[in-house]
T-cell receptor, first 119, second 112 residues
Framework: GAVVSQHPSRVICKSGTSVKIECRSLDFQATTMFWYRQFPKQSLMLMATSNEGSKATYEQGVEKDKFLINHASLTLSTLTVTSAHPEDSSFYIC???????????????FGPGTRLTVL | GENVEQHPSTLSVQEGDSAVIKCTYSDSASNYFPWYKQELGKGPQLIIDIRSNVGEKKDQRIAVTLNKTAKHFSLHITETQPEDSAVYFCAATPFGNEKLTFGTGTRLTIIP
């Protein structure tokens, strides 16, 4: 159990276009999902916390109008990179956590990541 | 906020030997400490975790120790194999379903 999927696995787009990345918890409901960004040979940097049915909480320095997050259901969160530019090229990873008290321990499970390349 | 330091940044170990990676954290409110393994081009995979009410946890060749007084925890891999080669990240958080603060990662290379 505790599988998190992401789609697409990789995407190449032109500068100025928008890209949507999906994160799904396949076998559990996730009231909270997290979005991370990872540059080559660096650690994961938290971008925002996505809460089902409410607005996302963004980390300091992350532009909320640039990185739109929607958590419309207990199994799906989306990250939309709007008007993407080459500096937005990165590895985007989501994680999901089941509610406390569920059958699965309250830990975080990560998706496989999405490689975004902006030309 | 929480700050997690991780050492070493790179580690090369002969196959069959043991590997140890150490992390320190700053926030005494942290109670949950997971370890993740990340292979190239993939997302992090949880390999073991420990909570503050336990001093040690073991799962086959992998073990984690926690010293809450000193605010440090360590990952131990015994009888290393080539497939253990990856980047390992430690993390800390008050609760498992809250945001994680990651260490800077350790690139482990197992030499055949």
């Amino acid at each position: 159990g505790a599988v998190v999927s992401q789609h697409p696995s990789r995407v190449i787009c032109k500068s100025g276009t928008s890209v949507k990345i999906e994160c799904r918890s396949l076998d559990f409901q996730a009231t909270t999902m997290f979005w991370y960004r990872q540059f080559p040979k660096q650690s994961l940097m938290l971008m925002a916390t996505s809460n089902e049915g409410s607005k996302a909480t963004y980390e300091q320095g992350v532009e909320k109008d640039k990185f739109l997050i929607n958590h419309a259901s207990l199994t799906l969160s989306t990250l939309t990179v709007t008007s993407a530019h080459p500096e937005d090229s990165s590895f985007y990873i989501c994680s999901a956590s089941p509610p406390s008290g569920g059958g699965i321990t309250d830990t975080q499970y990560f998706g496989p990541g999405t490689r975004l390349t902006v030309l | 906020g929480e700050n997690v330091e991780q050492h070493p940044s790179t580690l090369s170990v002969q196959e069959g030997d043991s590997a140890v990676i150490k992390c320190t954290y700053s926030d005494s409110a942290s109670n949950y400490f997971p370890w993740y393994k990340q292979e190239l081009g993939k997302g992090p995979q949880l390999i073991i975790d420990i909570r503050s009410n336990v001093g040690e946890k073991k799962d086959q060749r992998i073990a984690v120790t926690l010293n809450k007084t000193a605010k440090h925890f360590s990952l131990h891999i015994t009888e290393t194999q080539p497939e253990d080669s990856a980047v390992y990240f430690c993390a800390a958080t008050p609760f498992g379903n809250e945001k994680l603060t990651f260490g800077t990662g350790t690139r482990l290379t197992i030499i055949p």
